[in-house]
């Protein structure tokens, strides 16, 4: 059951692979209709964590592994507080895609961003992809502040693409290329620089 990779890390948080003891944690914020409002799933019943949870751990058995999901837990007491994924949707493209989702009490203190970025680096840096992209809802304002925080840009408006809850749904469509990450990590060195 355990990863190829090792848990990644960064300033304040540990991203690592699921255990099934997770699935209460999981369960407080996939459950709540708030969290969930702008995504495919939800708001899960105990069955449906439990069910995502096993998913998790046999999709991570597979070999070569495409599909990373990460439990995002904090350095400091090791809490779980969302969950994100990255996933090799094009190997021969060398294309991924990434998401994530936290407890409504971390939202807006930067943790998403730095998961997402996090992503990107394990992405390009591990699973040496070339472009990563994410979906997001028009709606969904705090994620798409996040996609362009991380140097993501939109693609494309792609009209009721997707069946949720009982209607069509629009989509974003962002995305970046390993070059343009790599552009983006040599700047943030260069202004960290004091002369």
Same mark, same amino acid.
């Given at each position: 059951?355990?990863?190829?990779?090792?848990p990644?890390?960064?300033?304040?948080?540990i991203?690592?692979?699921?255990?099934e003891?997770?699935?209460?944690?999981?369960?407080?914020?996939?459950?709540n209709?708030?969290?969930?409002?702008?995504?495919?799933? /939800?708001?899960? +019943? *105990?069955?449906?964590? !439990?069910?995502?949870?096993?998913?998790?751990?046999?999709m991570?058995r597979? &070999?070569?592994?495409?599909?990373?999901?990460?439990?995002?837990?904090?350095?400091?007491?090791?809490?779980?507080?969302?969950?994100?994924?990255?996933?090799i949707t094009?190997?021969?493209?060398?294309?991924?895609?990434?998401?994530y989702?936290?407890?409504k009490?971390?939202?807006?203190? /930067?943790?998403? +961003? *730095?998961?997402?970025? !996090?992503?990107?680096?394990?992405?390009?840096k591990?699973?040496?992809?070339? &472009?990563?992209?994410?979906?997001?809802d028009?709606?969904?304002?705090?994620?798409?502040?996040?996609?362009?925080?991380?140097?993501?840009?939109?693609?494309?408006?792609?009209?009721?693409?997707?069946?949720i809850?009982?209607?069509?749904?629009?989509s974003?469509?962002?995305?970046?290329?390993?070059?343009?990450?790599?552009?983006?990590?040599l700047?943030?060195?260069y202004?960290?620089?004091?002369?």
């Open positions: 059951m355990s990863s190829i990779y090792p990644l890390e960064t300033q304040r948080l991203l690592r692979d699921f255990v003891s997770d699935w209460q944690a999981v369960h407080n914020y996939a459950s209709p708030e969290v969930v409002r702008y995504l495919p799933f /939800g708001p899960n +019943t *105990e069955e449906d964590t !439990k069910n995502f949870l096993q998913t998790e751990i046999k991570r597979k &070999r070569p592994r495409q599909h990373f999901g990460f439990a995002i837990t904090l350095k400091s007491d090791k809490q779980v507080i969302g969950s994100c994924h990255i996933s094009n190997p021969s493209k060398q294309e991924g895609s990434i998401g989702c936290l407890a009490e971390f939202w807006g203190q /930067g943790y998403a +961003t *730095e998961t997402a970025r !996090k992503l990107l680096d394990f992405g390009f591990q699973l040496s992809l070339h &472009r990563i992209f994410a979906f997001c028009p709606k969904n304002t705090r994620s798409m502040r996040v996609l362009v925080k991380i140097g993501m840009r939109q693609e494309g408006y792609l009209r009721e693409y997707e069946w809850k009982g209607k069509w749904r629009d974003l469509l962002y995305a970046i290329l390993d070059r343009e990450m790599m552009q983006i990590q700047l943030s060195i202004a960290d620089k004091t002369y």
